[in-house]
């Protein structure tokens, strides 16, 4: 039973959006006994910096989840940030530490890089490239680069936004060679679809999938089909491949973990949950 012991876990986002995360957190807090529930809170994006706060003045608050469209705004919200957050520009992770500040993280893109590294993939001095530099694909450049990468190449149709990216990559993380420019997945060891192209039967492909090595790594951020297209063409040329919802149940131990409760595996959290596509 829910009271003012529980600890609530506010998920945050647009009034109109979807949450999917009550119906993978709270089977799974049910399940394992603990008292802790995520709880839906839709604000507009006027009302979001003084909500934000005010959520931080409840007793029994652990951590807020941060959705769309309040991800980039809540970067400026914060008194610390990580450098995850820095260079991805956005943040979906706060808690209050017992001095009273604010801080925050970013986890889309652990979500990724911990399913590559659970299939035993170790990224050390790897080659990465990244389509698409959106919000999920500077998330996934940003935690690849915590994950002592050798270098990274970004390619979005909008280069001013991959050219961004380079430039945040380039100041957190100067050890690391940087290219922008190109969509070709020759000499790359990791190669990331971050686009939406996938999610529609059809769509054209990301990249030129005969320049794919087969001894690369391919992975892909589309969740409305388990094996695009793109991770097909991948997979019959030989590749290892990571499907999109990995990145979804990868990422809420590493939420857990940060909100310090009892952690789980992707497992286990697949098992509970009650999510229909």
Excluded: W
């Amino acid at each position: 039973m829910i009271n003012g012991n529980t600890e609530l876990i506010a998920h945050i986002g647009y009034p109109t959006h979807t949450f999917k995360s009550p119906m993978i957190y709270n089977p799974y807090f049910a399940e394992a006994g603990i008292n802790a529930v995520v709880v839906p809170m839709g604000c507009q994006v006027a009302h979001y910096p003084a909500f934000l706060k005010s959520v931080f003045d409840l007793t029994n608050i652990r951590g807020a989840l941060i959705t769309m469209p309040h991800k980039v705004t809540t970067v400026g919200l914060l008194d610390e940030v990580t450098a995850t957050v820095r260079v991805a520009g956005a943040c979906n992770a706060v808690k209050r530490l017992a001095d009273g500040r604010l801080v925050g993280d970013m986890f889309d893109g652990a979500g990724f890089v911990r399913g590559l590294q659970r299939k035993g993939f170790d990224l050390t001095g790897k080659r990465v490239l990244v389509v698409g530099s959106g919000g999920v694909g500077c998330a996934i450049a940003a935690s690849l680069a915590c994950a002592q990468i050798a270098a990274i190449s970004l390619f979005d149709v909008n280069s001013a936004a991959s050219e961004a990216l380079a430039q945040r990559l380039k100041d957190n993380y100067p050890q690391i060679e940087v290219r922008t420019g190109a969509n070709d997945p020759a000499g790359h060891d990791l190669v990331v679809n971050a686009t939406p192209m996938g999610m529609n039967e059809g769509d054209p492909l990301p990249m030129d999938i005969r320049r794919i090595s087969p001894d690369a790594f391919v992975g892909e951020v589309v969740m409305k089909t388990e094996m695009t297209a793109f991770l097909q063409a991948a997979k019959d040329r030989g590749c290892r491949v990571q499907v999109g919802s990995d990145m979804l149940f990868e990422q809420i131990p590493a939420y857990l973990e940060y909100f310090d409760l009892p952690t789980t595996t992707p497992e286990v959290l697949r098992r509970f949950a009650q999510l229909s596509y």
